[in-house]
């Protein structure tokens, strides 16, 4: 995965709950008087919210962190960089090479990079 959108994910990440809270500023009637208020009953959207974006970034975390290994692996069987995967490059990895009919969706003789994630992703739930 590229790095600048790595970064920028981590920067969300990050500065959501500064964003998140000063959106809750615009959008209550009365702030101040809000926030201070000792029942909290409007606290909890705020926490329900805060909540659903740390779900949120984690995972995009993780699914980033999947995208970037399954790129890593399709660039270094790409052996002529040609964007796929023909069948003596996939001859590197044995289960790969066995399967490769299985995984050649549209039987043009080369894997691209979303045939080769099915396949990582196979291997991934064996």
């Known amino acids: 995965m590229n790095t600048t959108i790595k970064r920028l994910t981590i920067l969300a990440a990050v500065f959501a709950p500064f964003f998140m809270t000063g959106a809750a ?3 209550l009637p ?5 926030l201070r208020s000792i029942q909290g ?12 974006m740390l ?6 975390g993780v699914y980033f962190e ?12 790409d052996a ?3 964007g796929f995967i023909s069948r003596e490059d996939a001859k590197v990895l044995p289960e790969l090479s066995r399967n490769f009919d ?3 969706r549209d ?3 080369r894997l691209c990079h979303t045939d080769f994630e099915l396949f990582e992703k196979a291997q991934l739930a064996q």
């Open 102 to 104: 299985k995984y050649d």
């Open 80 to 82: 002529d960089h040609d």
């Open 66 to 77: 999947d995208e970037e290994k399954f790129t890593e692996e399709f660039l270094r069987l």
């Open 41 to 52: 009953q409007d606290w909890i959207w705020l926490i329900l919210l805060g909540g659903m």
């Open 107 to 109: 039987h043009d003789g």
């Open 30 to 34: 009365h702030p101040w008087e809000t």
């Open 25 to 27: 500023l615009l959008v």
């Open 55 to 60: 779900g949120m970034y984690y995972f995009a």
